[in-house]
């Protein structure tokens, strides 16, 4: 089954404590996303990657950091959490390309991640 | 930067009526592509819709139609025959072909289908 895996769920933590949510595809896309929801402001992109150690900022990158060792997966650092990065997060994946009425442009999500930072 | 505006926060709809969200959108660009995504309580987010900027005919899934106004920057999303289950948050999305990575979206509504 194609899917966008995201781990954990569900994460509670304090101020300062290292976390990594993980994201991994299976469906062989080049293209991967990080984006945070908060409520009023919908999603905004955070990082996104074209391909294998190609990343690049989004719109919010400030406290985090992620890498893209390999293809399938692409995990999102926060290196020292605050308070303010208490959100939804959503990983997103798809193939590059404009063609025409093809699936290229279609983004599939993981099912998002909870955080709450004390 | 491009952006993509929702201005009703939250709507209502009678359950088999119709309903239209609104969504405008800022860019200079000729060539793009525009989403609708659902967001039920489940939190997934569920791909409804999706247009090119370069066709002009508006795009249709089953009971979800879009209206594509390209010189008015506009793409509403009307929902015919409303069921229980389209109650959701909706976002209207954009994606910027020229930097083709990256994706804008509005804040959303919310869409209540009552019994």
């Known amino acids: 089954e194609a899917q966008v895996t995201q781990n954990p769920r569900y994460l509670i933590t304090v101020t300062g404590k290292k976390l990594t949510v993980t994201c991994s595809q299976n469906m062989n896309h080049e293209y991967m996303s990080w984006y945070r929801q908060d409520p009023g402001l919908g999603l905004r992109q955070i990082y996104y990657?074209?391909?294998?150690?190609?990343?690049d900022k989004g719109d919010v990158p400030e406290g985090y950091k992620v890498s893209r060792k390999e293809k399938r997966n692409f995990p999102l650092i926060l290196e020292s959490p605050s308070p303010n990065q208490t959100s939804l997060y959503f990983c997103a994946s798809s193939f590059l390309g404009q063609g025409a009425g093809n699936v290229k442009n279609i983004q599939y999500f993981g099912a998002g991640t909870r955080l709450s930072v004390l | 930067a491009q952006t993509v505006t929702q201005s009703q926060p939250e709507m209502s709809v009678q359950e088999a009526e119709t309903v239209t969200l609104s969504c405008t959108y800022d860019?200079?660009?000729?060539?793009?592509?525009l989403f609708w995504y659902k967001q039920p309580p489940s939190r997934q987010m569920i791909l409804v819709i999706r247009q090119e900027a370069y066709k002009q005919q508006n795009a249709t899934e089953n009971r979800f139609s879009v209206n594509f106004q390209k010189a008015a920057k506009s793409f509403s999303l009307k929902i015919s025959d409303s069921q229980l289950g389209d109650t959701a948050m909706y976002f209207c999305a954009f994606r910027d072909i020229y930097n083709f990575n990256k994706y804008y979206f509005g804040s959303g509504t919310k869409l209540n289908v009552k019994p």
């Open positions: 860019t200079s660009e000729s060539n793009y592509y």
């Open positions: 990657s074209m391909n294998v150690e190609v990343t």
